[in-house]
């Protein structure tokens, strides 16, 4: 009591000196200004995040956005009975003998003679370079109409085939003369007559619906390059992934939330749960390879082994979040079906399951979004490979050799030709599209079904 | 009979079981449903489990067993030393199973009868399958041949047997369950009891997949290891892999540039996602957070392979043109630097939404008496909020770090394959995910050493972010009971 | 003996008040508050004095708090709350523009409802204050601003021989304690204590009510409670709140045995509360 008595003002430590609130000090200034410095590091820090986030956008964009409209050539072809169906009876399994080589010089030749007769003049374009301006993809593409409709044989039909990659860059900007001068594939002079042929309305540019639809085309033929078999894929593999993980989920999740005791065993696999979450993605690759491929033998590429990864991929996300959507069932819920007599697997799939589905739902959809750009684990089931071919309907189209959007984006990338670039933007941009609608889908049900207790 | 019409059947028994012995219980209580034990359905699906379930378990078990009682049988058409090599083994159990299959198919075309698929002799075999446009790689040996029959013949009774089997035990399940149906019967309680034990094999999957990760990486780089000395690969300053064999495999030049780029990632990402997370969490206006924290979360939501694209097209050409070749540091597009940067502005919503969570969980009493001490915001968070919530962020930057390091995508647009070490960042360095990508994409055959030490990187992966997420779990665990 | 020269010292100061009035540490004047739409404190007007124990007492959501944390601009963390009127510290406005709240909260302490010590070593618990108002040239002058502070907070003979074990490890009491050292090692003006005996128990509560009583010798100390014993016990002035409205507001003894208003009566003699 003393002691405390005679503390005040006897030790000039400590003691501030009395000034006005009104005057800031210099302490207060210095303090104000580291106070002013840290805040400035947070919205710096935030501001280096978001632009390099909307540089990316920005740069994927505008190069790829180009993928979507494509230039392609109209001109009359007269197929010549002699050329495409020597035998004459117009029977398909001989015509089908007859391969893309012939329809090209057929398509080459019938290109070069429209063009003369248009009265172009370019000094140096020789009928050989005006056929080049075709895309390699036209011939199959016409070999496929005429096949499909042998009685074409003879007329004059107007075809609209794509031209070739060099002349569709030069349209979007990608490709220039000086260019052009180093580049066997395409000559000045072709790019002289593509501006002519714009003009005459006989090359334009439209809305690329081959893009969407078409499959993956060899290095020598970018323009034709689409995505249809990666789309195909990835929805087939959505689809496998949808009805695996959803029902395991909700099933591994009521069991851990619900009725699971608390032992070592229980206690095991949560851990098992949390830890999955975080393995590398490209090892659950690795477990694809060995266990579905080579030890259970089903086929390579197919949407079936990617399906089967991309659940065990997001099986753990799913399963975490769904758990969270069941705890936050209150109680009461329980007490209250408990207390009329349900039993606790009623009282579960009777009030708690019907509660928590909004918040299951909408884990799932982000989970499936998650799997939807995942892309390492199928490169190594060899989901990379050249996928010529649209795999068919399901449920024999799941065996089938088939791509996935990210991963065509990944092998549209490592090819060298510039014009692949383009389509593998193009390809991001499907990518990034498919994935909005999934989480605005998600923040729907969210927004609708959100219930505070 | 095909497998979709056993399923068929079985499918008809069991509705047939639904209605019948929901029917018998509701007999038997004189047809007042109160006087049942249970509810008239739960007799119903009692019946469809009864049905089903045991025979799925023996088609189950049948598909399982099948191809290795028919291995252990083909066995005897070979003379005993021939399958001792496990590639020999795979190579000659191929050859029989496409013959098989090719015969198979010529017979479901038309192309021959059953009959002259059985009388086949190993020296026309291959052009009859041809005539029938199936192509078979070489000439068919006699043994082959007389394997593949029997092999024919295995799956064709088996499949017999098997469908025979499968009904017979549905059709047992259901009368069973016909048996037992009555008004004292406690089918709820039976029905509960199965689907606890399906809820209890759903969760169980988890452990099953670490159980297939753990045992597929131990075997299959336990037989590169017979191949490749366990400690050159661990401790080898070369990798270098040779198509024709004769390879190094040296772990070290891979592990030091995945823990280059890694340490590069967090470099960017700690700094970045630590002040984001305060900004947002203690200056932010809720408004501003209500805009600028989705913004940043969309970073996390976008794949990898986009960021991929970006370091390779962007990223790399800027930091060769502007910085690298400037300084001299080098003309590669794809380097450290740039799978360093942009994989640490990936992790920045990830540190940056964890440690958002750390620094709410620090109660405002906290905060409250800092600021009544007439602290500045910034010394409350510097000096009271970070050092209280510091074992939960370092968990969530450990959790950042093992992110990093199994990262693929990114790494293997924008960081290079040349396996080099060295210590300029502008240098394109590779990673244990890009060479597992790299061997297990090649054409070299499955059994090689160069497509095996995959599973060995595999192996390294797994235990290297495995350990670094069971410490952040056990931090962040720890950090959370301090204030629950 | 003690308690004789106390009555003895409080009844000179209180006639020390009573004749100059200059002694008036914080006046407020027709302050309102707002939380967003709802109106917490209506048209206050009150006067706090120096070397006093103020109490405010009322019912639970009175606005006794609200008001409390007006005082030291407290509210300003919370981005909804709205301050009108105008509040003075030693004859100056503290909603002024130019005052900085970081130098009026050095000038106006605070203590909180439940022990709130950091996660630090006793030792820098209490030099945390004196560290970031830059109140110590040296280590020793530091070590002094904590010893001292410590003893007012009349924990020092408990901690002295573990001052750099956690804050945290303490018990309840002797948290608040620490808490209250805390506080005063900055060295302020006024006290502001937000019921601090509410999460204690009876004993530690008895010595943080003793502690209180010494306090008011170097401050003026305005504490927030809901037992009415303790305001009895503790404050020489006492305020009761209604609804937001100061209601009355006088010597203790006064309120308590001869309450003006009908409704401090009632909450008195515990009909409304």
């Not at chain 3, 002094?144 to 309840?172: M, N």
Request: proline share 5%.
């Amino acid at each position: 009591m003393t002691d405390l008595s005679s503390a005040p003002g006897a030790t000039p430590a400590g003691v501030r000196k009395p000034h006005s609130l009104y005057e800031v000090d210099a302490l207060t200034k210095r303090r104000n200004a580291t106070e002013f410095r840290f805040r400035l590091y947070g919205i710096i820090a935030i501001a280096i995040s978001l632009s390099v986030l909307a540089l990316m956008l920005f740069t994927i964009f505008s190069d790829g956005i180009s993928a979507f409209r494509q230039a392609s050539l109209s001109f009359p072809v007269t197929l010549t009975e002699e050329k495409l169906d020597p035998a004459g009876n117009r029977n398909r399994e001989e015509m089908a003998k007859v391969t893309t080589i012939g329809y090209s010089n057929l398509l080459k030749e019938n290109f070069a003679a429209y063009v003369n007769s248009q009265g172009f003049e370019v000094e140096g374009l020789t009928d050989a370079m005006i056929g080049d301006m075709l895309s390699r993809d036209a011939a199959a593409q016409v070999r496929n109409q005429v096949l499909a409709d042998p009685e074409l044989i003879g007329t004059t039909i107007d075809v609209t085939v794509l031209a070739n990659g060099r002349i569709d860059g030069y349209l979007k900007g990608r490709v220039n003369r000086e260019e052009a001068l180093r580049d066997k594939n395409v000559t000045p002079e072709q790019l002289d007559l593509t501006d002519k042929l714009v003009d005459q309305g006989i090359l334009t540019v439209a809305f690329n619906w081959g893009f969407m639809t078409r499959p993956d085309a060899s290095d020598q033929r970018p323009e034709s390059a689409g995505l249809g078999v990666a789309i195909l894929g990835s929805a087939y593999m959505m689809m496998i992934v949808l009805v695996l993980t959803l029902p395991i989920g909700v099933a591994a999740s009521i069991y851990l939330e619900e009725f699971a005791p608390k032992n070592w065993f229980t206690d095991l696999i949560e851990v098992n749960i949390s830890n999955l979450a975080a393995v590398p993605s490209i090892v659950f690759g690795i477990l694809g390879l060995a266990v579905f491929i080579n030890f259970a033998g089903l086929p390579q590429s197919s949407s079936l082994v990617g399906g089967l990864v991309l659940t065990l991929v997001c099986l753990p996300t799913i399963i975490i979040a769904t758990r969270a959507s069941i705890r936050a069932v209150p109680p009461s819920i329980r007490d209250a079906a408990l207390g009329v007599g349900a039993s606790k697997m009623q009282t579960v799939f009777h009030h708690v399951l019907p509660l928590a589905m909004p918040g299951i739902l909408t884990g799932t959809i982000l989970a499936l979004a998650t799997a939807l750009g995942e892309t390492a684990p199928l490169l190594l089931i060899g989901m990379v490979a050249f996928v010529g071919t649209h795999p068919s309907a399901p449920i024999q189209g799941f065996f089938e050799p088939a791509t996935a959007l990210p991963v065509q984006v990944y092998g549209w990338a490592s090819r060298s030709d510039p014009a692949f670039l383009e389509r593998s933007s193009g390809a991001v941009i499907v990518l990034l599209f498919f994935l909005l609608i999934m989480n605005a889908i998600a923040i729907i049900l969210r927004r609708r079904f959100e219930r505070r207790w | 009979m095909s497998m979709s019409m056993v399923y068929l059947v079985i499918a008809v028994l069991a509705v047939v079981g639904f209605l019948l012995c929901r029917a018998r219980a509701l007999a038997s209580a004189g047809g007042e449903a109160r006087n049942l034990h249970s509810l008239p359905n739960y007799y119903g699906w009692h019946a469809v489990v009864m049905t089903v379930l045991p025979s799925l378990l023996v088609l189950i078990v049948w598909l399982i067993a099948q191809p290795i009682y028919i291995e252990r049988q083909l066995e005897n058409y070979f003379p005993p030393g021939a399958l001792e090599d496990d590639s020999q083994r795979t190579l000659i159990m191929g050859d029989v199973r496409r013959v098989a299959a090719g015969i198979e198919t010529a017979v479901s075309r038309g192309a021959m009868t059953s009959d002259e698929a059985d009388a086949l002799s190993p020296e026309d075999v291959r052009a009859r399958l041809a005539a029938a446009r199936i192509p078979l790689g070489s000439e068919v040996s006699g043994q082959v041949l007389d394997a593949a029959q029997d092999y024919r013949q295995i799956v064709i009774w088996g499949a017999f047997g098997r469908a025979a089997l499968a009904i017979l035990v549905s059709a047992l399940g259901l009368l069973y369950a016909v048996s037992v149906s009555n008004k004292d019967f406690r089918a709820r309680n039976r029905v509960e009891q199965v689907t606890l034990g399906v809820l209890i094999v759903a969760s169980m999957i988890a452990i099953l997949t670490t159980l297939g990760i753990v045992l597929s990486l131990v075997t299959e780089a336990g037989r590169f290891f017979t191949m490749y000395p366990f400690t050159d690969f661990l401790f080898g300053l070369k990798w270098d892999p040779k198509f024709q064999g004769n390879s190094t495999f040296g772990l070290i030049p891979l592990l030091w540039g995945t823990l280059y780029i890694s340490l590069v990632a967090m470099i960017v990402a700690i700094p970045l996602g630590l002040f984001t997370a305060i900004y947002l969490s203690e200056y932010a206006s809720p408004r501003v957070r209500s805009v600028v924290k989705p913004a940043i979360e969309v970073i996390a939501g976008i794949p990898t392979v986009v960021f991929g694209l970006f370091a390779l097209v962007t990223v790399g050409p800027f930091l060769r043109d502007f910085i690298a070749q400037p300084l001299g540091l080098g003309n590669s597009g794809a380097s450290v630097m740039t799978a360093g940067i942009v994989i640490g502005i990936l992790n920045v919503p990830f540190i940056s939404s964890l440690a958002d969570d750390i620094i709410n969980a620090v109660p405002q009493a906290m905060r409250d008496g800092s600021y009544g001490l007439g602290a500045t915001p910034s010394e409350t968070i510097r000096q009271v909020v970070l050092p209280a919530a510091l074992p939960g962020i370092v968990g969530a930057v450990l959790m950042a770090g093992s992110r990093a390091i199994g990262e693929t995508m990114i790494v293997t647009m924008g960081a290079g394959a040349a396996a080099t070490m060295s210590l300029n960042p502008f240098e394109a360095m590779t990673t244990i995910t890009v060479k597992i990508v790299g061997q297990l994409t090649g054409d070299t055959a499955f059994d090689s050493p160069e497509t095996l030490v995959a599973f060995a990187l595999g192996i390294t992966l797994f235990v290297i972010t495995l350990a670094l997420n069971i410490v952040a779990l056990l931090i962040v665990r720890k950090y959370r009971e301090q204030y629950e | 003996m003690v308690n004789k020269v106390n009555n003895m010292l409080d009844d000179a100061r209180l006639k020390d008040r009573t004749m100059t009035g200059t002694d008036i540490k914080i006046t407020a004047r027709n302050v309102q508050v707002h939380y967003g739409t709802s109106h917490a404190i209506k048209d206050l007007n009150v006067d706090i004095l120096n070397n006093t124990v103020t109490a405010f007492i009322g019912p639970s959501g009175c606005g006794k708090s609200t008001f409390l944390r007006c005082l030291n601009r407290m509210n300003d963390t919370i981005a909804s709350c709205r301050v009108d009127g105008e509040i003075k510290l030693d004859s100056e406005d503290i909603y002024d523009k130019k005052v900085d709240p970081v130098q009026l909260r050095a000038k106006v302490g605070m203590v909180f409802q439940k022990p709130n010590p950091f996660p630090k070593s006793i030792y820098d618990n209490v030099a945390y204050g004196p560290r970031i108002h830059g109140l110590a040239r040296s280590k020793a002058d530091l070590d002094d601003i904590v010893e001292k502070a410590l003893r007012r907070g009349a924990i020092w003979d408990e901690v002295k021989d573990r001052l750099q074990s956690p804050g945290t490890g303490l018990s309840g009491g002797q948290q608040q304690r620490l808490c209250i050292a805390r506080a005063v090692a900055t060295e302020p003006e006024v006290l502001l204590m937000d019921e601090p005996c509410s999460a204690l128990d009876p004993i530690a509560t008895a010595q943080v009510e003793e502690l209180i009583d010494e306090l008011k010798q170097n401050y003026s100390v305005v504490i927030v409670t809901h037992s009415m014993q303790q305001a009895a016990r503790v404050s020489q002035k006492t305020a009761f709140f209604h609804l937001g409205n100061l209601v009355e507001y006088g010597e203790t003894g006064q309120i308590f045995t001869n309450p003006k208003d009908p409704r401090t009566e009632s909450y008195i003699s515990g009909r409304i509360g």
